[in-house]
């Protein structure tokens, strides 16, 4: 794919012209939390800020939406498409981290064929994603030991990355060259020297946090396979609040519920975020609870990202943003988790 | 005189060699942690895991459910009330139980650490408080930061700072930073506030809660069996996250655990939240409630009886309007 060279000046020229055609979405501080928000002015981006809390698939998977509405007139029952969200001409999503970008080409594959997932793939087709590359690691990142995030940059249209007074502009997809194209007069062609200098940037971040994961990649769902006995799963999961934070909070989970909200003459399918934390996640109406602790359903978490994940969909789930650790209350650390459960596992033949 | 590190070791390994406890929940440390994490010590050689610094703030109560007969706890002095407001409620037993009371020196805040050492909390391995300073040791050194700067809001109106009614005491008592209540102002504005800005305020919040029920989780009080939130037939609070819904969820929980005097101002709701929506102002006002019209405090006495479970036609009705003649 292409690659251009933007002034760094010419940034916020840039966001203000996409966003007279466009919402552009970009991550915002307040309440000591940085989120995505829907923005009009680039002033309002936080670059400084560290990754957003919600990750980046909360806008394509939001937390919930309806899927369609009922309504009943006397014997006849109607069924409608819920309302589209007034962005038909798509978002400009700028600022995304690439752990959270490499999240959605994992999600593209749970969410593409055979089953495609039209919501889901509605918004992937019309927004554009704009990723930035990192300009520090903070302890808990280890995105390039858990999925390659750094040396395989994936799931967005751009990836920017700074390099003094200029922006390295990679393309990354088909949309991303559209989106370059309309920007002709703004980019000019990256020179080699700008492509080496963007490239040394990431090797150096993945470096350094190369001893942020504790465990090796190597065979990795192999050896947790092996651990399925494991004592670790118990020990570390005692502590457990059982709350949805890892999980609700990851930007690869995928679960959701489905249910209704509905009156006397009508109402809505929703769906909403689900988590194999909740004991009820499992829970079947007999009553049986196929997971019945907590022990188990930390199990399935670690399982899900590194083993069944690479087995259903051929890659790790976990692109190591980090955020199960940091947010967890009473810390519980996935990375120490796969040390610890894999240590004595030998592999099965 | 050795540290109150040393001797809840000491303590803790006493309890479990001797059998008088199976488990020893208290605290560790952990790289990359600000704060100290959960640890259930079942051997003498993990209780020597065990620490007390500022940095053990949560309130181990929320696994008080889980505990086996013979079990002990290492609890600050707000961590006591948290037990015994179950102990009151029939939640738990007290016989078997050994508490490991510390004389607290206050704990901290991980957004104001955060805020004021930056990048440099991610390398904390240790805190402690020296006089009215807390001092954190990071990778480059030692850090000294005024205590008032960096407390959890909570201790500042602190009153069971050194544990009651615990059978081992660790630690040396030292003088509390008292202030002014750091959310008074906060709570005055709200509370003058009308009822649309109020509104317009909590709306603002909940819009981003995303139900994890981190908050509901870590609530010492929160013990229910099934929540009537979980509840599918029928569905009380629909499950989707809608900033109506996550409101009304909100508005259940604080009914129940505060709002029936159950809630011991703990704080943990308010610092687990991921989306830090500020609980504590919810918590604090209903508190503030039960304590104006009952002069009741949870937590204090495991004999007396919980407000809401007692009908006392001496009852303030203030709240119910004065009825018409």
Redesign the interface.
């Given at each position: 794919m292409k690659a251009y060279q933007l002034r760094a000046e010419d940034l916020a020229k840039l966001i203000l012209r996409a966003a007279a055609e466009r919402e552009v979405w970009a991550p915002v501080r307040r309440?000591?939390?940085t989120?995505f928000e829907r923005i009009t002015d680039p002033a309002q981006i936080d670059w400084e800020a560290d990754n957003v809390?919600?990750p980046l698939r909360g806008l394509f998977l939001p937390?919930?939406e309806a899927l369609f509405t009922f309504r009943k007139e006397g014997a006849e029952v109607t069924l409608a498409a819920p309302q589209d969200e007034p962005t038909l001409a798509g978002r400009l999503i700028i600022g995304a981290r690439l752990c959270d970008a490499a999240a959605l080409e994992y999600l593209d594959r749970a969410f593409g064929d055979p089953l495609a997932d039209a919501p889901y793939r509605r918004r992937r087709e019309r927004d554009l994603i704009v990723a930035v590359t990192c300009e520090?690691e903070?302890?808990?990142c280890f995105c390039e030991v858990a999925s390659e995030v750094l040396s395989r940059p994936r799931g967005a249209d751009w990836l920017l990355t700074r390099v003094e007074d200029r922006l390295l502009v990679e393309v990354l997809s088909e949309k991303g060259e559209r989106l370059a194209q309309s920007f002709s007069d703004l980019l000019s062609e990256a020179d080699s020297q700008l492509l080496e200098a963007a490239r040394a940037i990431r090797v150096a971040i993945a470096g350094r946090i190369s001893n942020n994961a504790r465990f090796s990649p190597e065979g990795l769902p192999a050896r947790l396979m092996a651990a399925w006995d494991s004592p670790v799963w118990q020990?570390e999961s005692?502590?457990c609040?059982?709350?949805?934070?890892c999980t609700?909070?990851c930007p690869s989970c995928q679960c959701f519920?489905i249910?209704d909200?509905a009156g006397i003459l009508g109402g809505e399918r929703?769906r909403?975020?689900d988590t194999c934390q909740?004991a009820?996640f499992t829970k079947m109406a007999s009553g049986e609870n196929p997971r019945p602790t907590q022990s188990e359903r930390l199990r399935n978490r670690v399982l899900h990202k590194f083993a069944y994940s690479n087995e259903r969909f051929g890659a790790t789930a976990c692109v190591g943003c980090g955020r199960c650790?940091?947010?967890c209350?009473?810390?519980i650390?996935i990375r120490?988790v796969v040390e610890m459960a894999t240590k004595e596992a030998v592999p099965v033949e | 005189m050795p540290s109150a590190t040393e001797q809840v070791v000491e303590q803790a390994q006493a309890l479990l060699s001797s059998g008088q406890a199976e488990v020893v929940l208290g605290y560790q440390r952990?790289?990359?942690?600000v704060?100290?994490?959960?640890?259930?010590a079942r051997t003498p050689e993990q209780a020597e895991r065990l620490m007390l610094d500022p940095g053990c703030v949560?309130d181990l109560s929320?696994?008080a459910l889980q505990l086996p007969q013979k079990a002990a706890a290492v609890v600050k002095g707000c961590d006591v009330r948290s037990f015994v407001g179950l102990i009151q409620e029939k939640q738990i037993k007290p016989e078997g139980l050994t508490f490991i009371g510390w004389n607290c020196p206050g704990v901290v805040s991980e957004?104001k650490v955060r805020?004021r050492l930056g990048?440099r909390a991610?390398?904390l391995t240790a805190v402690r408080r020296e006089g009215d300073q807390m001092i954190f040791t990071l990778a480059d050194g030692e850090q000294s930061l005024p205590a008032a700067d960096v407390l959890a809001d909570r201790c500042f109106i602190c009153k069971v700072q050194q544990p009651q009614g615990v059978q081992v005491v660790v630690g040396e008592p030292i003088t509390p930073i008292t202030s002014d209540d750091p959310l008074g102002s906060e709570l005055q504005r709200l509370h003058a506030a009308s009822p649309d800005e109020r509104r317009a305020f909590w709306a603002e919040?909940f819009e981003?809660c995303?139900?994890?029920?981190?908050c509901?989780?870590?609530c010492p009080a929160c013990c229910c069996r099934e929540c009537i939130i979980?509840c599918t037939r029928p569905?009380w609070v629909?499950?989707?996250?809608?900033e109506q819904d996550n409101f009304l969820f909100q508005q259940i929980r604080m009914l129940h655990v505060p709002g029936y005097g159950r809630c011991t101002d703990c704080g943990e709701c308010e610092?687990?939240c991921?989306?830090?929506i500020p609980l504590r102002l919810l918590t604090r006002t209903l508190h503030d409630d039960i304590v104006r019209l009952y002069n009741y405090r949870h937590g204090l006495d495991s004999e007396a009886p919980v407000p809401m479970t007692v009908y006392d036609t001496a009852d303030s009705e203030a709240h119910m309007g004065r009825p018409k003649k």
């Open positions: 309440n000591d939390l989120l809390r919600v937390v919930q520090k903070r302890p808990y020990s005692e502590r609040l059982g709350c949805g934070i609700f909070l519920d249910c909200r929703y909403c975020y909740f009820s650790v940091y947010l209350p009473v810390g650390d120490e | 952990a790289p990359g942690f704060l100290a994490r959960p640890l259930f949560a929320s696994y957004r805020q990048d991610d390398t919040h981003r995303i139900r994890c029920y981190a509901r989780e870590v979980d569905v629909p499950r989707a996250p809608t610092r687990v991921p989306v830090n």
